[in-house]
């Protein structure tokens, strides 16, 4: 197997905006190797990590996902309105493990809720 062979090093944060110094400050930074898209790996990071630790008010979040080829990408709770929008299993594999459960938790609860899971 040579380096081509090998799926884009991806890198993800969650970020929490700092209003009073207008700063984003990383809260969770993680890597995976994976073909999936930076959005859809954005997506999912964000409402992960949402669902697993519930903002308090006033807190404004953001995920950036890139890989070493692409610039960056940025998703807000603005994306993670219910468009039916759903994770595949090449987003879930390149989520660590208490994402991956926080994601199908938060199905569970808005398919029981009748509202489609994102």
């Given at each position: 197997?040579?380096?081509?062979?090998?799926?884009?090093?991806?890198?993800?944060?969650?970020?929490?905006?700092?209003?009073?110094?207008?700063?984003?400050?990383?809260?969770?930074?993680?890597?995976?190797?994976?073909?999936?898209?930076?959005?859809?790996?954005?997506?999912?990071?964000l409402a992960?990590?949402?669902?697993?630790?519930?903002?308090r008010p006033?807190?404004?979040?953001?995920?950036?996902?890139?890989?070493?080829?692409?610039?960056?990408?940025?998703?807000?709770?603005?994306?993670?309105?219910?468009?039916?929008?759903?994770?595949?299993?090449?987003?879930?594999?390149?989520?660590?493990?208490h994402l991956?459960?926080?994601?199908?938790?938060?199905?569970?609860?808005?398919?029981?809720?009748?509202?489609?899971?994102?």
């Open positions: 197997m040579t380096c081509e062979d090998q799926a884009p090093r991806l890198t993800w944060e969650v970020q929490l905006h700092e209003p009073f110094s207008n700063v984003w400050i990383c809260r969770w930074l993680g890597r995976a190797s994976t073909s999936a898209e930076p959005t859809d790996v954005a997506r999912a990071v992960g990590y949402l669902a697993a630790t519930p903002p006033g807190e404004t979040f953001r995920a950036v996902a890139y890989t070493e080829t692409t610039g960056p990408v940025f998703v807000t709770t603005m994306h993670l309105k219910d468009d039916g929008w759903m994770v595949d299993e090449q987003v879930c594999a390149a989520l660590p493990s991956r459960d926080a994601l199908a938790a938060a199905a569970l609860d808005n398919v029981s809720d009748g509202v489609i899971a994102r």
